[in-house]
């Protein structure tokens, strides 16, 4: 792959050895294939968001510490709590976080990224394209109003930019297999047992598994991944 000299998204400008080592110490270790495939997404996000905005233009410098690794923290946990084949949805993916990273570093398992922006659908379809990845596909979807489409199908659904977690938790719950996961990013310490969110828990038949804790290269702000499974 070619990249320009001076393009943000370089990978050795960006992953820096304090990064793989987080990457590491979350479990992950990226091969070279993996990171090409990253590079790629990181090259089409700069390349296309003048145009389409798809990330905050001074987060650009910060593509692969606060969004690439941000979306790969959870791939050490999908390996530990699904079986090879697994379908995930991703409920809202934007220009493609966490689906598109993730299903580079996890070729065993398939995703499919909804998005209600028909225009951030067609992108992610070309990014997942330009990284040669065979386990995606992006459809144009809002979450809660996709009937059937969303009922039990998937063995886990993430989300990492959500609103309030208990105005999207029974929607994206509904969406799994029983016994199926849902995987909910938060910048911060975020109560899971408001009553809206266990009445969300109730109707769905699931319950709060664990949250994982994390720190972003660069940062000392504690992030979280909250698990809940359905029965």
């Given at each position: 792959?070619?990249?320009n000299?001076?393009n ?8 820096e ?30 390349k ?9 233009k ?41 689906a ?50 969303e ?64 720190t ?16």
């Amino acid at each position: 792959m070619n990249l320009n000299s001076d393009n943000l998204s370089n990978f050795g400008e960006f992953m820096e050895r304090e990064i793989e080592e987080r990457l590491e110490l979350w479990g992950l270790k990226l091969d070279a294939q993996t990171k090409e495939s990253l590079e790629t997404l990181a090259h089409e996000i700069k390349k296309t968001n003048a145009v389409l905005n798809l990330i905050s233009k001074n987060d650009e410098p910060l593509l692969w510490s606060r969004h690439l690794s941000d979306s790969l923290a959870a791939a050490p946990l999908l390996k530990n709590l699904l079986s090879p084949g697994a379908l995930m949805a991703d409920a809202g993916s934007g220009p493609g976080f966490p689906a598109l990273p993730l299903a580079a570093a996890l070729p065993a398992f398939n995703f499919e990224l909804w998005d209600s922006n028909r225009k951030r659908v067609e992108f992610a379809l070309r990014a997942a394209g330009a990284m040669k990845l065979k386990n995606t596909t992006a459809f144009h979807r809002r979450i809660g109003q996709s009937g059937a489409f969303e009922l039990a199908r998937y063995d886990a659904v993430v989300e990492r930019a959500m609103g309030k977690l208990e105005n999207i938790l029974f929607q994206c719950l509904n969406m799994l297999k029983s016994g199926g996961v849902f995987l909910a990013w938060q910048s911060g310490l975020v109560d899971a047992q408001t009553p809206a969110s266990l009445k969300a828990l109730d109707k769905a038949g699931a319950k709060l598994e664990t949250r994982f804790a994390y720190t972003l290269p660069g940062e000392t702000r504690e992030r979280f991944i909250l698990i809940f499974r359905r029965k």
